[in-house]
């Protein structure tokens, strides 16, 4: 798993602010277990990523939970991501791009950069290795 965690010492206030964005990540992470259209594991990622400048003591808890912590530990030790979850995550990315793109988002320029940042994030996605 990264341990590659460095507190941010000498700054409290963004430290608190990334320890609350961390707690809130995880929440919302938690979440989106259970509702379908809230990405648990980019939020459990964002948590991990504000505990580990934050919080050393909540970055383990994190990695050590034994329901979050192998969401995550693929992608943070570069061992790759569940087929399943990589097939999960495009299909939801181009379901809510779609679905914002035609019904709520009216200039078409922003239409445009919408299918645009689409793509990139695909690509991204298929080019993550596959946990085996």
Same mark, same amino acid.
């Given at each position: 798993?990264?341990? +590659?965690?460095?507190?941010?010492?000498?700054?409290?206030?963004?430290?608190?602010?990334?320890?609350?964005?961390?707690?809130?990540?995880?929440?919302?992470?938690?979440?989106?277990?259970?509702?379908?259209?809230? &990405?648990?594991? &980019?939020?459990?990622?964002?948590?991990?990523?504000? !505990?580990?400048?934050?919080? +050393?003591? !909540?970055?383990?808890?994190? /990695? +050590?939970?034994?329901?979050?912590?192998?969401?995550?530990?693929?992608?943070? +030790?570069?061992?790759?991501? &569940?087929?399943?979850?990589?097939?999960?995550?495009?299909?939801? /990315?181009?379901?809510?791009?779609?679905?914002?793109?035609? !019904?709520?988002? &009216?200039?078409?320029? $922003?239409?445009?950069?919408?299918?645009?940042?689409?793509?990139? $994030?695909?690509?991204?996605? $298929?080019?993550?290795? /596959?946990?085996?």
């Amino acid at each position: 798993m990264c341990t +590659d965690s460095k507190i941010i010492t000498g700054k409290p206030l963004l430290r608190w602010a990334l320890f609350f964005t961390g707690v809130l990540g995880t929440l919302l992470g938690i979440l989106g277990i259970f509702l379908p259209l809230l &990405p648990t594991v &980019p939020l459990l990622l964002l948590a991990a990523a504000c !505990f580990a400048r934050s919080s +050393d003591r !909540f970055y383990r808890w994190l /990695l +050590d939970h034994n329901r979050l912590g192998p969401m995550i530990s693929g992608y943070l +030790d570069g061992s790759g991501i &569940p087929l399943r979850a990589k097939i999960m995550a495009i299909a939801l /990315l181009w379901l809510s791009i779609t679905l914002s793109a035609f !019904f709520f988002v &009216p200039l078409v320029s $922003v239409k445009f950069l919408l299918f645009a940042i689409a793509i990139g $994030v695909t690509i991204y996605l $298929v080019r993550l290795p /596959l946990l085996e």
